[in-house]
């Protein structure tokens, strides 16, 4: 076999969930830059966009195969990481100026939801794995990217409209708590962070509709009061999540490379983010240093996960090299 026959072979058994390092390392990068480190935040932007274009190649790879299974055909949760991932490398984006392309990907983000999320959606059921919370995660994404480009175009009527995906991906996330394995926090391999990451992701975007609602008038004090109330309980509820995740993680050690621990990385990140962010727009300091200690944490686990992925990878093309 020779070298590109070994690569080719080693890319189409890549599975779809590897989207999370996209959703993971563009996270960081927004968790970065609030954290006052360009450069750094620039080059896991960078990192971030390669990978998304390695998803897309993926995704180029596979669609025959996904034409060939029919329109009936089971789909499952990962299916809407690429949704998720999109959603995270346009607020990425659009966090460091870059409004037109982060637009781009909102439209692309809305698309591939309204087409992937009924779809996958009809065929959760009990007893399923972390990535049912993808539902969730996919959502918010869109609301966080919206109301980030909300507040730069001054645009209301995007506030609005991700205002409306808040609401509705926090339903999805109730809808995937009911379908989730709980005994999936001691025996998941990766995926069941997400538990805590929908969460977290959901926290951000309703901190971003806040500090919207600063710049322009979209709803009244009553309003404004209760979303500023459903934040932080979404923030609090993250951080707890988190402990026991961690906790669980130390009780029941899963060593061993698995790809889904990109998906547990993203939520590490995320809940660094939320901290940040809801510092910044409800007012509570002491969060953001917090925050700040979530990030290089997430940003350690980012590379171990990294390091884990290429020795993988290695090993996968010297096992299909030619002998």
Same mark, same amino acid.
């Given at each position: 076999m020779s070298g590109t026959s070994a690569l080719r072979t080693w890319w189409s058994q890549r599975p779809p969930a590897t989207g999370a390092a996209v959703m993971a390392t563009g996270i960081l990068s927004v968790g970065l830059l609030l954290a006052g480190h360009r450069v750094l935040s620039r080059i896991a932007l960078a990192l971030a966009a390669a990978a998304w274009l390695g998803l897309v190649a993926d995704a180029a790879v596979r669609a025959p195969g996904w034409r060939g299974r029919g329109a009936d055909a089971a789909l499952p949760p990962a299916t809407?990481?690429?949704?998720?991932?999109?959603?995270?490398?346009?607020?990425?984006?659009?966090?460091?100026?870059?409004?037109?392309?982060a637009k781009a990907l909102l439209a692309l983000s809305v698309l591939l939801w309204a087409v992937l999320l009924l779809v996958v959606a009809r065929r959760w059921k009990r007893r399923m794995a972390g990535t049912v919370f993808l539902g969730c995660v996919a959502t918010e994404g869109i609301a966080l990217l919206g109301a980030v480009l909300a507040v730069?175009?001054?645009?209301?009527? $995007?506030?609005?409209?991700? &205002?409306?995906?808040?609401?509705?991906? /926090?339903?999805?996330?109730? *809808?995937?708590?009911? %379908?989730?394995?709980?005994?999936q926090v001691t025996r998941g391999?990766?995926?069941?962070?997400?538990?805590?990451?929908?969460?977290?992701?959901?926290?951000?975007?309703?901190?971003r509709l806040v500090l919207a609602s600063h710049r322009m008038y979209l709803w009244n004090n009553d309003d404004r009061a209760a979303l500023r109330g459903v934040t932080i309980a979404l923030l609090v509820l993250a951080l707890v999540?988190?402990?026991?995740l961690a906790v669980a993680e130390v009780l029941r050690p899963r060593l061993g490379y698995d790809v889904r621990r990109w998906a547990t990385v993203f939520p590490m990140g995320m809940t660094a983010v939320a901290s940040q962010s809801v510092a910044t727009? $409800?007012?509570?300091?002491? &969060?953001?240093?917090?925050?700040?200690? /979530?990030?290089?944490?997430? *940003?350690?686990?980012? %590379?171990?996960?990294?390091?884990?992925?290429v020795l993988s990878a290695s090993g996968g093309l010297r096992s299909r090299a030619p002998r």
């Amino acid at each position: 076999m020779s070298g590109t026959s070994a690569l080719r072979t080693w890319w189409s058994q890549r599975p779809p969930a590897t989207g999370a390092a996209v959703m993971a390392t563009g996270i960081l990068s927004v968790g970065l830059l609030l954290a006052g480190h360009r450069v750094l935040s620039r080059i896991a932007l960078a990192l971030a966009a390669a990978a998304w274009l390695g998803l897309v190649a993926d995704a180029a790879v596979r669609a025959p195969g996904w034409r060939g299974r029919g329109a009936d055909a089971a789909l499952p949760p990962a299916t809407l990481t690429p949704v998720a991932a999109t959603a995270a490398l346009g607020t990425a984006t659009a966090v460091q100026g870059g409004q037109s392309l982060a637009k781009a990907l909102l439209a692309l983000s809305v698309l591939l939801w309204a087409v992937l999320l009924l779809v996958v959606a009809r065929r959760w059921k009990r007893r399923m794995a972390g990535t049912v919370f993808l539902g969730c995660v996919a959502t918010e994404g869109i609301a966080l990217l919206g109301a980030v480009l909300a507040v730069s175009a001054g645009a209301a009527w $995007l506030a609005h409209t991700a &205002l409306v995906f808040f609401w509705l991906g /926090l339903v999805f996330y109730v *809808v995937g708590l009911r %379908c989730f394995d709980l005994r999936q926090v001691t025996r998941g391999a990766g995926d069941h962070w997400i538990l805590g990451g929908g969460l977290a992701i959901a926290a951000v975007a309703g901190a971003r509709l806040v500090l919207a609602s600063h710049r322009m008038y979209l709803w009244n004090n009553d309003d404004r009061a209760a979303l500023r109330g459903v934040t932080i309980a979404l923030l609090v509820l993250a951080l707890v999540c988190y402990c026991l995740l961690a906790v669980a993680e130390v009780l029941r050690p899963r060593l061993g490379y698995d790809v889904r621990r990109w998906a547990t990385v993203f939520p590490m990140g995320m809940t660094a983010v939320a901290s940040q962010s809801v510092a910044t727009a $409800l007012g509570v300091p002491w &969060l953001r240093d917090l925050g700040r200690v /979530l990030l290089w944490i997430a *940003v350690a686990a980012w %590379c171990v996960v990294l390091a884990g992925a290429v020795l993988s990878a290695s090993g996968g093309l010297r096992s299909r090299a030619p002998r």
